[in-house]
């Protein structure tokens, strides 16, 4: 076991989403990110912009968590993905409201 992460309970947490066959999008958000334009070269030069990905499976997310867990901190998407979508430079990117087909709400 890991000291900031159980891998078992990160296993546990993807299988209860239940999003098999669709992607769970994963983000890692730095924990030294400046929010705005004007930030630009600062968020570049520190490696602070979010990182997001798309994984199908537990090692998809235990990969992402291993590299991203020491200075970001590493969330799941709660809604399945049916497809990875891009932003104009080919890397994955959020998706948006109106892609949503099936919502998993928390109670």
């Given at each position: ?37 004007d ?22 997310v ?10 970001h ?35």
């Amino acid at each position: 076991m890991n000291s900031t992460y159980s891998l078992q309970d990160m296993c546990n947490s993807h299988k209860w989403l239940g999003h098999n066959p669709n992607h769970t999008e994963l983000n890692a958000y730095h924990k030294d990110y400046r929010q705005g334009k004007d930030n630009y070269e600062w968020n570049y030069k520190k490696k602070a912009f979010t990182k997001i990905a798309y994984v199908k499976n537990e090692q998809g997310v235990k990969n992402f968590v291993e590299k991203y867990h020491k200075d970001h901190m590493c969330c799941y998407g709660l809604n399945p993905r049916q497809k990875v979508f891009q932003n104009a430079k080919g890397y994955p990117r959020g998706i948006r409201v109106r892609h949503c087909h099936k919502s998993k709400p928390l109670y």
